[in-house]
């Protein structure tokens, strides 16, 4: 196998976050001999990560003008990462950060970059890239003869590496003159834990429909409610929203709506394919550009007062035919 570097950036407290893990994962499942690129302004937790999964070289670009993402100093740093290291194939995980400023990477290494990886495999001494086409219908192998070959790497799509750090032997520090930023980073402004809809690394992914917002048995509709029941749902099992395009639409279309739900919350084949180990779809329909988005939630259950609609028909491992109100009604109980 030939080399390989991992560049990946650190934390502000110099470890390596979950998709980092990842990709360190793949790397080491390739057997070819790896080199570790570290940027950030601390490294140290890092680099002790990268030496107790048995890197060979662990190379950095530190300081503070490469704690926060910025295309000008993390493109300059990768460049300068590849260089030191020498290798063909380098991996990243495909956070914001890298996907945003390796494309430009790529052009100045005279290589190719490939993006959305969902896993790689070593075949007869070449590398075999495998990902998916046409809003996850298809799916493709790759592989590619130019060099150097750049690949981001899907967050959900490998384990993390769960090994145990070890002190770094040594820590290669690639001298790097930061450009000059144009703009600085004055504060991070987020919402509140608990108003934080969607969760990545959540276990339940939780999917709402258009149901939620039209008439109920009363012949009236329950907005205030659906909102409520969805939230509490969300907050006590720490779950992650999606949304139909049904219902992301509908505030476009003048109809009542639920107000934390937004086109990022869109899950299918015009959202994302989200990778949460379970799933559950409420008032939704299950047609196929609703089940495209789940494509690799490993259990899916729905619930939807048609036996008929399309979970019912091999898409979903359990359908319950019981009103979606009720069901979550009832959950919030058991949970509270």
């Given at each position: 196998?030939?080399?390989?570097?991992l560049?990946?950036?650190t934390?502000?407290?110099?470890?390596?976050?979950?998709?980092?893990?990842?990709?360190?994962?793949?790397?080491?499942?390739?057997?070819?001999e790896?080199?570790?690129?570290?940027v950030?302004?601390?490294?140290?937790?890092?680099?002790?990560?990268?030496a107790?999964?048995?890197?060979?070289?662990?190379?950095?670009v530190?300081?503070?003008?490469?704690?926060?993402?910025?295309?000008?100093?993390?493109?300059?740093?990768?460049?300068?990462?590849?260089?030191?290291?020498?290798?063909?194939?380098?991996?990243?995980?495909?956070?914001?950060?890298?996907?945003?400023?390796?494309?430009?990477?790529?052009?100045?290494?005279?290589?190719?970059?490939?993006?959305?990886?969902?896993g790689?495999?070593?075949?007869?001494?070449?590398?075999?890239?495998?990902?998916w086409?046409?809003?996850?219908?298809?799916?493709?192998?790759?592989?590619?003869?130019t060099?150097?070959?750049?690949?981001?790497?899907?967050?959900g799509?490998?384990?993390?590496?769960?090994?145990?750090?070890?002190?770094?032997?040594?820590?290669?520090?690639?001298?790097?003159?930061a450009?000059?930023?144009?703009?600085?980073?004055?504060?991070?402004?987020?919402?509140?834990?608990?108003?934080?809809?969607?969760?990545?690394?959540?276990k339940?992914?939780f999917?709402?429909?258009?149901?939620?917002?039209?008439?109920?048995?009363?012949?009236?509709v329950?907005?205030?409610?659906?909102?409520?029941?969805?939230?509490g749902?969300?907050?006590?099992?720490h779950?992650?929203?999606?949304?139909?395009?049904?219902?992301?639409?509908?505030?476009?279309?003048?109809?009542?709506?639920?107000?934390?739900?937004?086109?990022?919350?869109?899950?299918?084949?015009?959202?994302?394919?989200?990778?949460?180990?379970?799933?559950?779809?409420?008032?939704?329909?299950?047609?196929?550009?609703h089940?495209?988005g789940?494509?690799?939630v490993t259990?899916?259950?729905?619930?939807?007062?048609?036996?008929?609609?399309?979970?019912?028909?091999?898409?979903?491992?359990?359908?319950?035919?019981?009103?979606?109100?009720?069901?979550?009604?009832?959950?919030?109980?058991?949970?509270?």
């Amino acid at each position: 196998m030939e080399p390989i570097l991992l560049l990946t950036h650190t934390e502000l407290d110099g470890s390596l976050a979950k998709p980092a893990l990842e990709a360190l994962s793949a790397a080491l499942a390739l057997g070819g001999e790896l080199t570790v690129g570290l940027v950030g302004g601390a490294v140290e937790p890092g680099a002790n990560l990268a030496a107790g999964a048995g890197a060979g070289r662990i190379l950095a670009v530190t300081g503070e003008a490469f704690t926060q993402p910025r295309y000008a100093t993390d493109a300059v740093a990768a460049e300068a990462l590849a260089r030191a290291a020498g290798a063909t194939l380098m991996l990243a995980p495909a956070t914001a950060r890298w996907s945003r400023a390796l494309p430009g990477v790529a052009h100045r290494l005279g290589g190719h970059i490939d993006t959305h990886a969902t896993g790689l495999a070593a075949r007869e001494g070449s590398l075999e890239l495998t990902r998916w086409f046409y809003r996850q219908r298809m799916e493709a192998v790759l592989t590619r003869a130019t060099r150097p070959w750049l690949i981001l790497l899907d967050p959900g799509c490998c384990a993390p590496w769960s090994g145990t750090a070890a002190a770094a032997v040594q820590v290669e520090n690639v001298a790097v003159e930061a450009p000059q930023p144009r703009t600085s980073v004055s504060g991070v402004i987020a919402p509140k834990a608990d108003e934080q809809t969607i969760r990545p690394d959540a276990k339940l992914l939780f999917v709402a429909g258009a149901g939620w917002t039209k008439k109920q048995t009363d012949g009236a509709v329950h907005v205030d409610e659906a909102q409520h029941l969805i939230l509490g749902f969300l907050r006590a099992a720490h779950a992650s929203l999606g949304g139909s395009k049904s219902l992301v639409d509908l505030s476009g279309e003048g109809q009542a709506v639920l107000p934390f739900m937004t086109h990022l919350n869109q899950v299918g084949q015009t959202g994302s394919t989200p990778r949460h180990p379970k799933g559950l779809s409420t008032c939704c329909h299950g047609e196929e550009p609703h089940v495209v988005g789940w494509r690799f939630v490993t259990e899916r259950r729905a619930v939807n007062l048609d036996p008929n609609c399309g979970w019912a028909r091999g898409k979903a491992d359990v359908v319950y035919v019981a009103d979606a109100f009720a069901v979550v009604r009832e959950l919030n109980k058991l949970l509270a």
